[in-house]
Structure formats: structure tokens, C-alpha cells
């Protein structure tokens, strides 16, 4: 990659994550406005806009953009499930680094449903035989790691006591409050093995981040590069898998995903998981996390509750996972929360934490894996 | 029936089998999701497989009316392949890891005029 078309963060912005009365282009006009201020950009500014959004409807990025009286570029909206706003980031990094746009707006705003999120993936007849259940199989997932990886209900209430722990530091969080091994088991079982507490929550929210081609920044700032931004499908086989497939192949050797994304993202980038200083990862339930970083390569597979044992993954240790509190304090608004993680990670780059910051982080991992199969695995330096 | 072509009127699923890289597939399909070869074989599953995973849905998920809680787990079948499927048993805690389980039709609920309608799921088998 050469000098002249590497990628930039020139500015990030957010919606806070949660519950508000404000309507989807409201967030999403917050967080573009607040990354287009950063940047330094205006009307103009920019030649072209990506808007992750799953529940948003028809011409989402476009409400956004009319709002701020910024339109006439392409303005395209993307769909690619708990993935959507790290395909954004993919197609506006590509599309940079191919000469085509210098100033590129990516963003993501989402307003999800209450409870257990209805999604059109499903056929009818699964609705109606009670299989389109998402937390299901999450458990199921869940039951498995327990079984491969020694990972214990134990395990899984201390994810959540150390992500809430993280997010208590986070003003930009759903849950600001700690909680405790004691209260996480207390909270009802909603699929054996998971507890309420051990599940995200659908809400609300916008990220917005202004990318930008590398010799267009200042020369006196040090900006974050954008390192790679990956995304990938499922290959079929694990019944398991994010794709949600009825049936799959005993063989256990298919690779997830998430490690499909991740080894490119790593190629790409130049880098490799023992590089990584802090990484935000899909965590929509806490053995999600624990999956996650097995996936990631972050550890190696079956040593996720090691890991966990270990202290590393906790603020201080020596790979901090999920330092916003991740989505089991943010929340999960399906379009922004991609973009939610990059922005963290950008201001974890810059040192402008505060006290959820990663000491000296120089190279920084985010994650999101959800149905279709989709995987995004962005990688950033600074 | 809850969906035509899912499985037999007595019970048994309706898979494929992909001439080509020999893979068995559930539901049936057009062309093989391993390999991409057209027109599979279509094949009746085994009627008995293991227990693979399972667990317990405690609130009506989105579109289902029958009653909660229920199961929901996964069985692997001779053919080398695991399926999800609704279980029988709704406590987590009385299944065990690699049970003898057999295929059989439930009523999830009854429709508009009153028919019930049926979906196949797994119960732990009866001693052979």
C-alpha cells in the first residue's frame, strides 16, 4: 500500500447508545455532525456517504444527509446485519484507496425494536414453530463453549461484571452501572445457559466517522490509520454458524467467519493478533466474547476462559477487551454499533479515554459478527 | 403441517444428498450449499440420531403462538450431519450430552379453523 493511498480517521462522532425519543435521522445527524466538525469538513467536504442501517428503512443515510443540507454525492445505504456499519467502513475505504473519493462519510443509525429482535431473516414456518428464537442460538453456542473451552456460568457472569465495569466509564453507554457475579446468575434465565444480564440489549444509537486519504491530513497531526476494514460471509458446514442454517456437516474443522475476516484484516494490516493492544469484539452475549477472541486468534482455541482467568482482557491487563463496556453496556443498535466500537477505538488511539484508557495502545481490533453470515474485522494504528 | 416438504407425513425429515460431493443436506435444497451442484438426490433422514446441544426457549420468540417454555436443541443423524430442531423435553436438566433421540410430530398450535398444526421435533428414545 503506498503512502498516498493509505486511510485516515480525520474525525469521529456519536449518538450515546440507549433508549431516546429522538427519531433515527435525529441520532444519525448528531453523530455525522459531530464527525464532521471534528474533521474539519463541511458542505461539500466529502464525495461520498455509506449509512449502516438494518431496521432504518428506505433512504436512511439520505433523511440524515437532506437534514444537514449536505446531498447530490452517492449516498449509499448498507444492510449487513450486526456487520452493517463495518461493511460501510469496507466499501469507503476501498473506494479511497482506489482513487475514487478523497473525503468519505461513513456512518450508522439505528432505532431497533424491543425484546427479542423480530428479523426478517426468517422464513414464516420458523416464526410459527418457534425457531426464529435468536437467544436459542446463542445458548446453544454458548453450550458448546462450555463443553470445548472449559468455559463455566462463572465465566460468563465475570464477562459481564468486567464489560459493565468498563462501561460504568463510558458516557456514551446504555448501563453506567456495575454489577456482580451474584446479580448476573439472579437475573431469570432466558435461554439455559444465559441469564438476562448476560444478554445485550437492542437499542438506539448513531457513529459517524470521516475517513480521508493519508496525505490530505495536517501535516502536524498524528491521525489513526485505518490499518484494514474486512468483511466476510460464511463458508457453510458449522450448524453453529451466524448464517443460521437448519443443518450442517459433523465436521468441525470449517472456519468461522470471524476468523475468515480476521486473517484477512490481519494480512492486510501487516499485523498479527499479537499485536493487537485493545480490541473491541462482538460480545451480544458473554460467551459471544468469549468466542470472539478465540476466533479472533486473540487466544488459542479452548483458551478463551483462560484468558478471561488470566486478567488480560480486563482494563490494566494485557489485552483490554471491550474497554467502552461493549455491547453488553452499550446496548445494540444494529447499524451503528460497528461504527460505535471503531470510534471508541479511535479515541483509545488518541489517548483521549480517560479512565477506560488503554495505557500506550498503539494497534486496535474491532469485531462484529452477526446473521447472514456477516464478520467485519477493522484493524487501526496510530 | 407447518411447512410442506419439511418431512413425511409419519415423521421421517426430508433431506438432500448432493450426487456430486455426496453431502446430505436439510431442509431440501435446489442446489448444494457445499458444493454447488444442481438437482440433489432427494433422500428420507435417519429417524434416530444423538443429542448434540439443547436448551429451553422461556419466552415466545417473535410469530410463535404454542406454549413456553419448549426446547430447542441440536441432533446429529447418521448421515453425518447435525440438525436444529425443537425438542420435546423443555428442562434443560433432564437431557444429557450424546442421548438417544428420535424424531416425532408436535402440535405447536391450533390454526383458524381449528386444525392443529404440526412440526417435527426431537424426544429422547425409547429403549430398542
Given at each position: 500500500m503506498t503512502a498516498s493511498s493509505s486511510v485516515v480517521v480525520a474525525g469521529v462522532g456519536m449518538h450515546p447508545f440507549g433508549r431516546f425519543d429522538a427519531s433515527t435521522t435525529d441520532m444519525g445527524v448528531v453523530a455525522v455532525r459531530s464527525a464532521l466538525k471534528e474533521a474539519g469538513v463541511g458542505k461539500g467536504g466529502f464525495q461520498a456517504a455509506f449509512c449502516g442501517t438494518a431496521y432504518g428503512g428506505v433512504a436512511t443515510g439520505h433523511k440524515v444527509l437532506s437534514r444537514l443540507g449536505m446531498t447530490g454525492m452517492p449516498i449509499v445505504d448498507i444492510e449487513a446485519g450486526c456487520a452493517s456499519g463495518g461493511a460501510a467502513l469496507m466499501l469507503a475505504a476501498a473506494a479511497i484507496r482506489a482513487g475514487q473519493y478523497d473525503t468519505v462519510l461513513v456512518f450508522g443509525t439505528e432505532k431497533m425494536p424491543k425484546g427479542i429482535i423480530r428479523s426478517s431473516f426468517f422464513e414464516p414456518w420458523q416464526e410459527e414453530a418457534g425457531l426464529a428464537a435468536t437467544p436459542a442460538f446463542f445458548a446453544l453456542r454458548a453450550q458448546r463453549l462450555c463443553q470445548t473451552s472449559g468455559v463455566t456460568k462463572d465465566h460468563l457472569a465475570r464477562v459481564v461484571v468486567k464489560n459493565r465495569r468498563h462501561g460504568?466509564?463510558?458516557?456514551?453507554?446504555?448501563f453506567q452501572k456495575e454489577t456482580s457475579v451474584e446479580e448476573v446468575l439472579s437475573s431469570r434465565v432466558v435461554c439455559e445457559p444465559l441469564h438476562l444480564f448476560m444478554l445485550c440489549s437492542p437499542n438506539e444509537g448513531a457513529a459517524a466517522l470521516v475517513l480521508r486519504r493519508?496525505?490530505?491530513?495536517?501535516?502536524?497531526t498524528t491521525p489513526v490509520t485505518l490499518a484494514s476494514a474486512v468483511l466476510r460471509s460464511h463458508i457453510p458446514g458449522s450448524v453453529l454458524s451466524e448464517s443460521t442454517p437448519l443443518s450442517g456437516l459433523t465436521d468441525d474443522s470449517v472456519p468461522a467467519p470471524t476468523t475468515l475476516a480476521a486473517t484477512a484484516a490481519y494480512e492486510e494490516a501487516g499485523v498479527g493478533p499479537e499485536d493487537i493492544d485493545v480490541a473491541e469484539v462482538q460480545d451480544t452475549d458473554a460467551a459471544r466474547e468469549l468466542g470472539s477472541c478465540e476466533e479472533l486468534g486473540l487466544?488459542?482455541?479452548?483458551g478463551s476462559a483462560a484468558l478471561l482467568d488470566s486478567g488480560a482482557t480486563t482494563l490494566g491487563g494485557r489485552i483490554p477487551v471491550n474497554p467502552s463496556g461493549g455491547l453488553l453496556s452499550k446496548g445494540e443498535p444494529l447499524g451503528a454499533s460497528a461504527l460505535g466500537q471503531v470510534v471508541e477505538l479511535v479515541r483509545q488511539l488518541r489517548e483521549e479515554c480517560g479512565p477506560r484508557q488503554v495505557e500506550g495502545a498503539r494497534t486496535a481490533l474491532s469485531h462484529t459478527v452477526g446473521r447472514g453470515a456477516n464478520a467485519g474485522v477493522v484493524i487501526l494504528t496510530r | 403441517m407447518v411447512r410442506d416438504g419439511l418431512f413425511t407425513e409419519d415423521g421421517a425429515l426430508l433431506g438432500s444428498k448432493c450426487t456430486n460431493c455426496g453431502n446430505v443436506l436439510f431442509p431440501r435444497v435446489d442446489s448444494c450449499t457445499y458444493c454447488a451442484t444442481e438437482d440433489p438426490a432427494p433422500v428420507e433422514l435417519s429417524r434416530r440420531g444423538t443429542l448434540w446441544a439443547w436448551t429451553a426457549v422461556t419466552a415466545p420468540p417473535p410469530g410463535y403462538q404454542g406454549e413456553v417454555p419448549f426446547g430447542i436443541g441440536i441432533v446429529e443423524l447418521p448421515e453425518g450431519i447435525r440438525v436444529i430442531t425443537r425438542l420435546t423435553a423443555s428442562d434443560p436438566s433432564s437431557l444429557h450430552a450424546g442421548q438417544a433421540m428420535e424424531v416425532r410430530l408436535v402440535s405447536l398450535h391450533s390454526d383458524a379453523e381449528g386444525n392443529d398444526v404440526v412440526s417435527y421435533a426431537f424426544a429422547p428414545a425409547a429403549a430398542s
Open positions: 460504568a466509564a463510558n458516557p456514551d453507554a446504555m493519508s496525505d490530505l491530513a495536517a501535516p502536524d487466544c488459542e482455541p479452548g | -
